[in-house]
């Protein structure tokens, strides 16, 4: 990774075991830094931690709460939004200047055009070089974000 300010934050709650994304990320190519973004009211934070060790950053979900319209009226907190919500904040508490966010549950990471625009999807190995490529992107273009389409955003097919 030639970007040393740069960290993939994978938003996760109650599923240590089950961190999918971590290890995908390191069989495909990411040499960067990692960090699991859990929160406090996490009931297996212990397990997190044993797994993890510094890998691991606590956000107080409370406090994101009050600084996050939720877009209902339910008083449950069962929403990865806050945590998305708090992304930028952990990404500068850590002297990350560029990161990417993931879901805990990423199994494959692929292209799905080839260069002519047909639908062809095809598995990544070079995830260092396609996170590079975003960082230069948004510095040349200054763009505030980036997004990378998932595969569920395909469904019923490329078109």
Not at 109 to 118: P, S, T
Not at 135 to 153: K, R, W, Y
Request: charged residues 30%; glycine residues 6%.
């Amino acid at each position: 990774m030639r970007h040393e300010s740069f960290a993939a934050l994978i938003l996760t709650h109650g599923r240590s075991d089950r961190v999918y994304t971590y290890d995908k990320l390191r069989e495909r190519g990411y040499t960067g830094r990692i960090c699991l973004v859990i929160d406090d009211l996490d009931a297996t934070r212990d397990q997190y931690v044993e797994r993890y060790g510094d890998e691991v950053v606590v956000f107080d979900k409370r406090v994101a709460r009050k600084a996050t319209d939720s877009g209902d009226n339910f008083a449950t907190l069962g929403s990865v939004v806050y945590a998305r919500n708090v992304a930028h904040d952990i990404a500068r508490s850590l002297g990350v200047d560029h990161f990417v966010e993931l879901d805990d549950d990423y199994k494959q990471y692929k292209f799905r055009f080839d260069a002519a625009y047909n639908y062809k999807p095809k598995q990544l190995y070079c995830l260092d070089t396609v996170f590079d490529a975003l960082v230069d992107f948004l510095e040349a273009t200054q763009a505030d974000v980036v997004s990378i389409a998932q595969g569920g955003d395909f469904i019923g097919g490329s078109q």
